[in-house]
């Protein structure tokens, strides 16, 4: 028996490239030269080469298919005397391995494909899987995919699972079940490298159809405006309207909202909100020198569903009153001539009125006196 020899040839009986010229008996002389020129004349008949001749194993019937068989083992067998009787003979396998050309089209099992997602899903997440079927391997089989239509809102983008060659649907921004809750997404899958020797058999690309259905979740009240800023006087009195928020179920449901403030952000109890209209006013006096902004934080409560909480923010700012009297740091000793005339200096040490403390923002005019 002798050694095992690996052949590889294209299939449907394309011509062998040089690189896999069989390998021969290394004992032959001719071999080398042999191997060069029968690299560049392998479909030279048989015969022509008297000295070698029968080393080259040709294909006899053309349009071979790896795909439906990728291994052939020959025994060949080798007689002297010209086969005569009385010869002698040996024997030798040979495996003949056919490598893959891209001669199948992708195309899917099925041509729609059914998912439900639900809308609270997070960005990023993936929404569906599919698989263009592809009997070619390796880099005959591998696919890129496109999404046709159906996705005018721009909430998907699809891409090649390269392990796989499966394509991944993937959810680009949120979904909302109120707003849209079925998209019909028209996906095509193509063959990446595509033989040109092959389009008669194409078209190298198929078409399905992703159906995607929405599920709704129950979602908490939305304020109209996150962070709603007003201003009030340190002087209002109390119960005074500052201003109103305002929120409201996104749900089709629609469920009526109560309002109240997080007292993690009002400890003192300086604001109430009134629980149906969102109005909030003062409820004890305010100082603008002990807090001049408060920062509260607004909980809109779905009334079927308290565990339906949104949350918005209110920035009031207290407006400055003149209700502080400029104050000295210190208390400052002058002495005074007594001839002295009217209008000449009579301050032996000089009073800095910025050293007075101001305690308002109302700038007051000073004046000194004796
Ligand atoms: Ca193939
Ligand atoms: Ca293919
Ligand atoms: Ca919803
Ligand atoms: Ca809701």
């Known amino acids: ?74 025994v060949i067998q080798a007689k002297d005397m010209v086969g005569q009787m009385g010869g002698l003979s040996g024997t030798t396998s040979v495996t003949v391995t056919l490598t893959d050309v891209n001669d199948n089209p992708p195309r899917f099992t099925h041509k729609n494909y059914q998912n439900t997602v639900l809308e609270s899903l997070p960005v990023h997440s993936v929404v569906a899987r599919v698989k263009a079927a592809d009997a070619d391997v390796g880099p005959n089989a591998e696919m890129d995919y496109r999404l046709m239509d159906g996705d005018y809102l721009g909430l998907f983008n699809i891409s090649t699972d390269e392990e796989t060659q499966e394509g991944v649907i993937v959810l680009l921004k949120p979904l909302d079940f109120e707003t849209k809750s079925s998209f019909s997404l028209r996906i095509e899958a193509t063959n990446r490298n595509i033989d040109s020797n092959f389009l008669s058999v194409g078209p190298f690309s ?109 920035l009031i700012t207290v407006l400055d009153i003149n209700d502080n009297a400029p104050v000295f740091a210190i208390d400052y000793e002058t002495l005074l001539c007594e001839n002295a005339m009217p209008g000449q200096a009579s301050l032996f040490s000089l009073v800095w009125l910025s050293s007075a403390i101001m305690a308002s923002q109302v700038q007051p005019k000073l004046t000194t006196s004796l």
């Open 1 to 74: 028996m002798g050694s095992l020899t690996s052949l590889k040839c294209y299939s449907r009986g394309r011509a062998l490239p040089p690189n896999l010229v069989p390998q021969g008996d290394p004992g032959c002389p001719w071999e080398a030269r042999r191997a060069a020129r029968d690299a560049a004349t392998l479909c030279r008949p048989p015969g022509a080469d008297r000295r070698c001749r029968g080393r080259i194993i040709r294909t006899a019937l053309p349009n071979m298919d790896r795909e439906t068989r990728d291994q052939y083992v020959l």
């Open 206 to 314: 198929d078409l399905a159809v992703v159906k995607l259905t929405v599920e709704d979740v129950n979602e908490p009240p939305v304020f109209s405006t996150p962070l709603l800023k007003m201003v009030v006087s340190e002087d209002a009195r109390m119960g005074t309207s500052i201003g109103r928020v305002s929120a409201h179920d996104p749900d089709s449901t629609n469920s009526g909202i109560r309002y109240s403030i997080d007292r993690n952000t009002d400890l003192e109890r300086f604001f109430n909100v009134d629980a149906l209209s969102g109005v909030i006013s003062t409820a004890k006096p305010l100082d603008r020198e002990a807090n001049s902004v408060h920062n509260l934080t607004l909980l809109a409560i779905e009334s079927q569903d308290p565990t339906q909480i949104g949350k918005g923010i209110a």
